[in-house]
């Protein structure tokens, strides 16, 4: 990705937060309709696709890869795939931008096809570890050269026919369940990835409604044991994204915390491994209601309607840390706000994202007057009561376009206003963020 000119953005204390927003498509359920459309034999169309630049870095490599993708002018995407085994070879190199989930799923793709693929991206993607989809992958048959430490840019050389795998996830990973998935796609026989703490399950289900033969055992011990069956043919689709539940995040707790709020988010898809923010809040004393309870593209979804409340601090089980692991930024800030202290443990995972999200939101609530300790695996946060954030300061974002959205939020509650150093990673995930926000104020 070009470097690009710093914008930084100032937000200040807000009047009450009213109306009704729609928002963009779920970025792992886009990239994911993108790549398999790309695989299918024929014609699919997704509508609702989040158009943000992850998810066109995502468009753009399967493209180079020989799949054709257009976007109508009414907003739908239409891809004629090129179906399993048939990716060709890229001939520059496959910008990923600041998509971690863009990479390490193409890389998957790749490791199963006679072609070979390199990978470059943003400053913060190439600070991000690969060494956890390169092991099992290698074991596949892939030749991966890496830059040190297991990072990009890197270099996959894919084998065709791969080896079939049976592998166990030594770390709670969407990302690295899908690459081994996606891999087994065109490798013979049985591709077998055990997972003992559950993760969202878009692959699987997207997989399954694309064709492929796949099954999902749980055992006694609750581990998840997901079985592909490679070579297969999948059958181009129809499909809807629902709204990103963690774009919602933002404005869920935006509205609970800006004094008067009441403000209705549209069309949140709630798949149970997506969906632990919303009872976190709750738990915390968040008046959310879910209203028209339904299913979009196979995912439940609903409208949250979300009032301003009095939050109280809790001890956050970590157990559900999976189900909301892109949404501890923002959570952060509705602790900041609640009454009484609020604990979070089993965040190890938070240090590898788009920045440490642990150390990045530890200084900059420090930053903006809010008492925080960081411990290994998580923050303590001790909440204001409500009363609004000291603020009054510029905040360092990381290239990460959670951080950015997260002092977005912060902002709003703040006596003195703060200021994101530079705010344009947020299109990355959520290009009309500051749209949305701003359709609420008046
Ligand atoms: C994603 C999985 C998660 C998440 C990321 C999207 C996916 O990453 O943080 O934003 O679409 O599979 P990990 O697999 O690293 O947990």
Redesign the pocket.
Known sequence: MTDHTATPRTFSASVPLQGRIAIPGD??IS??SLMLSALAVGTSRVTGLLEGHDVLATAAAMRAMGATIERRESGEWVIDGVGVGGLLQPREALDMGNS??ST??LMGLVASHPITATFVGDASLSGRPMGRVIDPLSQMGADIAASPGGRLPLMVRGLAPAIPLSYRLPM???????AVLLAGLNTPGITEVIEPVP??D??ERMLRGFGAELTVDTDGEGTRHIRIRGEAELQPQTIVVPGDP?SAAFFIVAALVVPGSDVTIANVGLNPTRAGLVEVLQAMGGDIELLDAREVGGEPVADLRVRHSSLSGIDVDPAVA?SM??EFPILFVAAALAAGRTVTTGLD?LR??ESDRLSVMAAGLQAIGVEVEESEDGLVIHGSGGDPLPGGATIAGHLDHRICMSFAVAGLVSKAPVTIDDIAPVATSFPNFEALLESLRR
Do not use: F, M, N, Y
Not at 172 to 178: I, L, N, R, T
């Open positions: 970025k792992s990239h994911r971690g989930t390490r799923l709670a990973s969407a990302q690295v369940k899908s993760t969202r878009h692959s963690s999976p692991i892109d995972e590898v994202k």
